[in-house]
């Protein structure tokens, strides 16, 4: 006859074993592959910086991290997929600045971004640049902002589409500078350097890494990186705070999330394992190549820069009227 006591116990060692089977199996993850999700296509700065992590992460745990390219939408393609994938470590999402920027639009998302998406761990973050064409006179900084408020609207900057971080960057910019600029959405960042350097566009905010090598050869004048340090690549540019808008910082950054729901433990695992591969040699000398530096930390504080962003992305484009279609 089972007893209340001995029912209760068998309850307990159940659960205890459950417990410790889950504990194991996530103290033995990874078992098999990791696909390593990046929605976007090939070659951009998120897939570079995706496969070198993929590569030391393989290298370090045994199992292969493999990365696969789901580009479209903006990235909202490769997100939601991710956002609906089972929570067990085996299917991750590189992610950048966009996927709030995606979020603060007021587009329609197949997603919830602060509720599907679990924060793993920052990777690194980069600076902007405040770029000109060499037919403007401003000089420095402090020139372009007395030029626009001058000639209200009469500056115009190009952006690699309505709604994206180089057009909200600049309007965060233009608030602080307390200046009115003209926006011309491209589709893509070249196509705007390609009239910068023709003299039909004024001004944009490429990153550093995209338009160091322009501006070293002349090009295009760079005024000013949005960092709160100067950055490696451009070294004699001074900061915006320095130039004349104290206090602004605006930086690209990147990432790992996975599924909603992930357990605590496989989180902790996961965000160890990224932290320890930001210190391998290879992963430094590519961010240092994409104009970034690492960011190791924990899951809660990437949680806090990805909710702090979607905050403050939302207030701009309500505050600027951005209409993103």
């Known amino acids: 006859m089972i007893t209340c006591r001995s029912l209760f116990s068998m309850v307990l060692m159940a659960a205890m074993a459950l417990v410790s089977g889950t504990a194991s199996a996530q103290a033995a993850w990874p078992t098999r592959s990791v696909r390593l999700v990046v929605p976007f296509a090939p070659g951009g700065s998120n897939d570079i910086i995706g496969r070198v992590l993929a590569e030391r992460l393989t290298a370090r745990l045994g199992q292969p991290f493999v990365v696969e390219n789901k580009g479209g939408a903006g990235g909202t393609i490769g997100t939601d997929f991710v956002a609906k994938s089972p929570p067990d470590g085996y299917t991750l999402l590189f992610v950048s600045t966009s996927i709030t920027t995606n979020a603060a639009s007021g587009k329609t998302l197949p997603y919830d971004l602060l509720n599907d998406l679990q924060p793993l761990g920052q990777v690194a973050a980069g600076p902007f640049a405040v770029v000109v064409t ?110 004349g808008v104290p206090g602004f910082e605006l930086e690209v950054w990147w990432g790992i999330v996975g599924p909603a729901r992930m357990p605590p433990a496989l989180v902790k695992r996961i965000n160890e394992e990224l932290n320890a591969v930001l210190t391998a040699p290879e992963v430094r000398d590519v961010l240092v190549k994409e104009g970034a530096s690492p960011r190791p930390g924990t899951p809660d504080a990437f949680g806090q820069l990805i909710a702090s962003d979607l905050k403050r992305w939302t207030k701009l484009i309500k505050d600027a009227n951005i209409q993103v279609e």
Do not use: C, W
């Open 134 to 243: 060499n037919d403007l006179p401003a000089k420095n900084l402090k020139e372009f902002i007395e030029l626009a408020r001058a000639k209200p609207g009469s500056v115009s900057y190009g952006s690699a589409g309505v709604g994206g971080i180089n057009q909200l960057g600049t309007e965060l910019f233009a608030s602080a500078a307390k200046i009115q600029l003209v926006h011309v959405p491209y589709k893509g960042i070249g196509p705007a350097f390609t009239d910068l350097m023709a003299g039909r566009l004024q001004m944009t905010l490429p990153t550093v890494a995209s338009a160091v090598t322009y501006m070293q050869s002349g090009r295009m004048r760079g005024l000013a990186v949005t960092s709160a340090q100067r950055s490696p690549l451009a070294p004699d540019l001074p900061t915006v705070s320095e130039a």
